[in-house]
């Protein structure tokens, strides 16, 4: 695995003259105008119910210009056509209304595709990263990113690098995973597909830093993290996306750390973001973040001094509206409480990235072209690969699955994800995000699938829901456990329904049939299946049918009673539009599963935190009631095939501090179905200066491999890649005895082989190495 990086062709040239044109804009804006370009305005401010340009709000909010368009198509609930078209008229409007003719730049959500009308629904995040892919994503971000051109937007609100540790937190499936390693590759891919190189759409990493740290598994909560464990862990994949994957823009997170709310912390986004990485993107506010400053932190008295703290700690556009920066930033300049410069550096940051994205030229798209990228073969085809890739096998005792289809009579399909479209998806998906409203989508839900192969193969279907995702009503349960006494197998789809939620809590949700539980907002003290599914499911497995549970859902659920009494195991987590093809290509053998997980799945919630990465003492001790280890192994999934390893070989057992080690190991397909496998490369040091993760993941590839067939799978290290913060929190490569550790999991290791670091160094911004160079061989010479 290896994120692919800028091409290294010079582009001096080229920003030589863009910032000649920044600078002589900058020079003719007056001070009212260079605050507009730092603020925001969103659609439900500019549209009518109609969708149409309300003429009288554009000219009250667009008169000086503006930084951003918030949303146009997807807040708009705009076709691409329309979508295309208002953009397009607010961007003439810019230019030809205004009086330097200074372009805005559209950016809408993307986090599992465009979220807007008729945007192609991938898999939700936690998906994709099972898939182990980097290059897989960068493809389905290059159809997300045709999308966004297609309807003139230039940025995009993605991806989320948060490193996922707290399994409460809802917006787990927003994310890759609890390994910083992990996180930063799949990252790399997601920006590389929507970037291009550079003349695509801008995408934002978000949300910098520590987001998923929140006290009390909260979102926007605060975090309490030591500076060594918040550079190496939750910064660590936002550094290697900024270094490696040129990334255009960072959103600041909302929480505090430390007592310091990241949007006004200059050390975050101005001394290390800007100064020790070298970014010179624009930093986006999460929304309503700069606002927070006062009504959520405290730490502002009012709009105006929340505006000056962003704006100096290094925040260039307030989204999604301009509440804070503004008149505001005008009157502090004016009273002497602002510095003009601090404005200028970021109008210049916003200006050089409109220039970079050509808007300063021609802002306008083919509104007539606008729906061609949409609902096309190719992008159907493409989710349904993600979603079967995606698929994790937990368990399969007795090798229930895969089901043969000529061999079945009957199937019971049972639970509440079997049959509802808008169960598929994450919270940020258009149908998903706004679950009060029925939005028509096309989809392929699991029951489709099923009853598809059931004309295919003769056999017969039955379905019942059984019960609902929340709630505690049974009278489903019997209805469920009849359809399973009749059927050769019973398949339960089962989970946590996926949404944004910020409305109020009240008592009486637990009574509710379909509360969200997943998702933006929705953060749970209790990780098991919501409602009465684990019950349902303990009724169907009583009728003595083989059951297999699939868990459609965005967080993993604490299972460990349902994995002692089913047979299979199978986690689909948020699979997208087609993600019941997916999920029923795997169950019938037609897609060898190859997912592996990217979180640890626990057996309770009192486990937490039970990353694989811990630190011996943590990872070691023991509960009164039950064990430390999670009940599934990050990085663990299961293949209808063999995979066997052979000795893990390395090129030297001496490394330099500067050096680079080459490992090598040979993966056999020893079974008799083709299939994908994940190899996992781990580094443990042995006796380090302080206490250490027990081992850390510093390598991958997703190998293809026949019946039979043999591969070569070659890890080239660099030292630096086993640096660490060492007392002083400088980054240094420490002396002293290493191990090598490859498996199929980071509990399943296979094959272990020590080495040396002969000395100690420190490593300097530009000497550090992101990511692990892999090469895949045809077999042992």
């Not at 690969?385 to 995606?390: H, L, M, T």
């Amino acid at each position: 695995m290896q994120p692919s990086s800028d091409s290294g062709v010079s582009k001096a040239p080229a920003e030589q003259r863009i910032e000649s044109r920044v600078n002589s804009l900058i020079q003719e804006l007056t001070l009212a105008e260079k605050a507009a370009q730092l603020g925001s305005v969103n659609a439900d401010k500019l549209l009518n119910e109609s969708g149409e340009l309300d003429e009288e709000a554009v000219s009250d909010h667009l008169s000086n210009g503006i930084g951003h368009l918030t949303r146009i198509g997807g807040e708009g609930s705009l076709p691409p056509s329309e979508a295309a078209e208002r953009t397009n008229e607010l961007q003439t409007y810019l230019r030809e209304e205004t009086r330097l003719g200074i372009p805005a730049i559209p950016h809408e959500e993307c986090l599992s595709g465009y979220m807007g009308p008729e945007g192609t629904t991938f898999p939700q995040m936690i998906g994709m990263a099972s898939t182990w892919s980097p290059a897989l994503l960068e493809t389905v971000t290059e159809t997300i990113r045709a999308q966004l051109e297609a309807i003139g937007t230039a940025h995009a609100l993605s991806p989320v690098l948060d490193v996922a540790r707290d399994l409460r937190w809802g917006r787990v499936e927003e994310t890759f995973g609890e390994d910083p390693y992990l996180v930063a590759a799949m990252a790399c891919g997601y920006v590389d597909g929507l970037q291009g190189d550079g003349d695509g759409v801008a995408a934002t990493l978000k949300h910098f830093a520590g987001h998923a740290a929140g006290t009390g598994g909260k979102n926007r909560s605060s975090v309490s993290l030591g500076r060594r464990e918040l550079r190496e862990t939750h910064m660590f994949p936002f550094e290697a996306a900024v270094r490696t994957a040129n990334a255009e823009s960072v959103m600041n997170a909302y929480h505090d750390i430390d007592g310091i709310p990241c949007a006004s912390d200059e050390w975050l986004l101005t001394d290390v973001l800007r100064g020790e990485w070298g970014f010179d993107g624009t930093v986006v506010s999460d929304y309503y973040s700069v606002e927070y400053l006062r009504s959520e932190h405290g730490v502002a008295a009012d709009e105006r001094e929340a505006g000056i703290a962003a704006v100096e700690a290094g925040i260039d556009v307030e989204l999604p509206a301009t509440d804070c920066y503004g008149d505001h930033l005008v009157d502090a300049v004016d009273a002497g409480e602002l510095a003009e410069e601090t404005i200028d550096e970021a109008v210049r940051r916003v200006l050089r990235a409109k220039a970079r994205k050509g808007l300063l030229d021609d802002p306008t798209v083919d509104a007539d072209a606008a729906t061609e990228p949409f609902s096309t073969d190719e992008a159907r085809a493409l989710t349904e690969r993600a979603a079967r890739e995606s698929i994790t096998l937990l368990q399969n005792d007795g090798d229930l699955l895969p089901l043969v289809g000529e061999e079945t009579d009957s199937v019971a399909v049972v639970g509440p994800k079997a049959d509802d479209a808008q169960e598929l998806l994450g919270d940020y998906a258009y149908p998903a995000h706004y679950p009060e409203e029925e939005i028509e989508f096309d989809a392929t839900t699991p029951l489709d699938a099923v009853r598809a192969r059931g004309e295919e193969y003769g056999f017969e279907v039955r379905h019942e829901r059984g019960c609902t995702t929340t709630g505690p009503d049974t009278e489903g349960f019997d209805a469920a456990a009849n359809a399973a006494a009749d059927a050769d197998v019973a398949l339960a789809f089962v989970g946590a329904r996926s949404a944004v939620d910020f409305s109020d809590s009240d008592r009486d949700r637990i009574n509710k049939p379909s509360v969200a539980t997943s998702g933006e907002g929705c953060d749970v003290v209790d990780l098991g299946l919501p409602g009465v599914q684990r019950e349902l499911v303990d009724r169907v497995h009583e009728t003595g049918t083989p059951v297999a549970v699939v868990v459609v859902s965005g967080r993993p659920h604490a299972m460990e009673r349902i994995a002692a009494t089913v047979p299979a195991v199978v986690q689909a987590w948020l699979p997208g539009e087609r993600g019941g093809e997916g999920i029923a290509a795997v169950l019938f053998g037609e897609h060898n599963p190859a997912g592996h997980l990217p979180v640890s799945v626990p057996r309770t919630v009192g486990q937490l935190p039970v990353h694989y990465n811990r630190k011996p003492n943590t990872a070691t001790e023991e509960y009164v009631y039950t064990e430390s280890d999670p009940l599934y192994p990050f990085g663990h999934g299961l293949s209808y095939t063999e995979f066997t390893y052979g000795d893990l070989s390395l090129s030297t057992d001496s490394l330099p501090p500067a050096g680079t080690i080459v490992a090598d190991v040979t993966v056999e397909n020893a079974g008799d179905t083709a299939g994908d496998d994940v190899v996992q490369l781990y580094a443990s040091a042995e006796n380090p200066d302080l206490a250490r993760p027990v081992q850390e993941l510093v390598g991958f590839e997703r190998v293809s491999l026949d019946p039979g067939e043999t591969k070569r799978v070659s890890f080239a290290v660099d030292a630096s890649q086993l640096a660490y913060r060492d007392r002083n929190l400088d980054l240094v490569v420490e002396e002293g005895p290493y191990e090598f550790r490859v498996g199929h999991s980071a509990a399943d290791v296979v094959a272990t082989e020590p080495f040396e670091v002969t000395g100690t160094k420190d490593v300097s911004r530009t000497g550090r190495t992101y990511f692990t160079e892999t090469n895949v061989t045809g077999g042992a010479e």
